[in-house]
Nanobody, 127 residues
Framework: QVQLVESGGGLVQAGGSLRLSCAAS????????VGWFHQAPGKEREFVAA????????NYANSVKGRFTISRDNAKKTVSLQMNSLKPEDTAVYYC????????????????????WGQGTQVTVSS
């Protein structure tokens, strides 16, 4: 069982920065890949970034590459998403999720391949 709680969302002007955090509980957290997704009103949940269980591999959506950085601290059971140069189109609810399939072998971009989700945190970027 893994429980995830996101924090760090808020209102920021375009060009600004926010740092989202995902705090996890559960003994096996360090064995799982973790992803960040976002969902804007009326749209499907979309992949943002993912990080491997050990932190050595990352993957980003093209729309955030070069602006966002995902990282993790397994000792603290946290995964962070540093978001710089924010744009109004980044406005959405941001979710972290854990992929419990240890043998998957790749960082999934598909929401259906993630097993546990946090409640989300709202990010609003004003123009």
């Amino acid at each position: 069982q893994v429980q995830l709680v996101e924090s760090g969302g808020g209102l920021v002007q375009a060009g600004g920065s926010l740092r989202l955090s995902c705090a996890a509980s559960g003994r096996t957290f360090s064995a799982h890949n973790v992803g960040w997704f976002h969902q804007a009103p009326g749209k499907e949940r979309e992949f943002v970034a993912a990080i491997s269980w050990g932190g050595g591999t990352t993957n980003y959506a093209n729309s955030v590459k070069g602006r966002f950085t995902i990282s993790r601290d397994n000792a603290k059971k946290t995964v962070s998403l540093q978001m710089n140069s924010l744009k109004p189109e980044d406005t959405a609810v941001y979710y972290c999720a854990a992929d419990l399939t240890v043998s998957r072998g790749y960082l999934s971009r598909r929401p259906e391949e993630y097993d546990y989700w946090g409640q989300g945190t709202q990010v609003t970027v004003s123009s």
